[in-house]
């Protein structure tokens, strides 16, 4: 998003945290936030008019309520109506906006449940699945078949094996708005993360880390960074000792293939 929408995007968050305080349901808004983000990518003169700089911000949002009004709760209407009453660089930052409040809605209920941390785990696992498995990943994200097969599909392989939550935005993610599911994924993962002002990393080991050790790294990220730090653990065979952590737009590697790499650039000089 350019500048003018992230500062939309920051206001419209902070009026969507004010209704979830206020006592609204997270799983029924989030759910009616997905539904108002479909309808408007099917419509795109009603885009067009709820975005419209040269039409009264009361006036989109009086036409927003009588399109919800009786449909949705009152709390889902705020919602909408604190967006379409922003100013957007462009007509979809409105769409992307409406929807980063329904993962955000749904964060928030998998924090009520007390299982925000298994929500996040469960996108990186899924994540994980796709890259390994091609075809499936393919399958998935095939938009010449029918969403109602691919979720069919989806709904086979996660049977049991996730949150509700998790299955809603995996559900969304089907949809197709995102570049690829695994940047979907990615983006799901970091706004969860974002509910409780975390930052995700990723480490790269070669073996499996227990829970003691996995913490204690996310402890140390976190007292560098200053945030809480949620961290994704990936055993690849190409590592051959120590770990490799990615975070925000830093690499911290302290493999042996990275210590070896700089002993042998001191030997050269």
Known sequence: MQAGSTRALAALVESLDGVLDGGADPSTL?????AVVATLDHEPTLRRVLTEPSVDPAQRAGLAASLLEGKVAAETIQVVQAAVTARWSRTRDLVDAIEHCAIIAVAARAQREGQLDRLEDELFRFGRVLAAEPELRDALSDRSAPLEARTALLDRLVEGKAAPSTIE?????????QRSLAA???SYQEIAAGRRSRLIATAWVAAPMDEPHRARIAELLAAQYSQDVHL?????ERVLGGVRVAIADDVIDSTVDAKMAQAARRLAR
Do not use: A, K
């Open 232 to 236: 994704n653990v990936i055993v690849d």
């Open 184 to 186: 979907g994924l990615l």
């Open 169 to 177: 935005l995996l559900h969304q993610l089907l949809v197709g708005r």
């Open 30 to 34: 989030g759910g009616e936030l997905f």
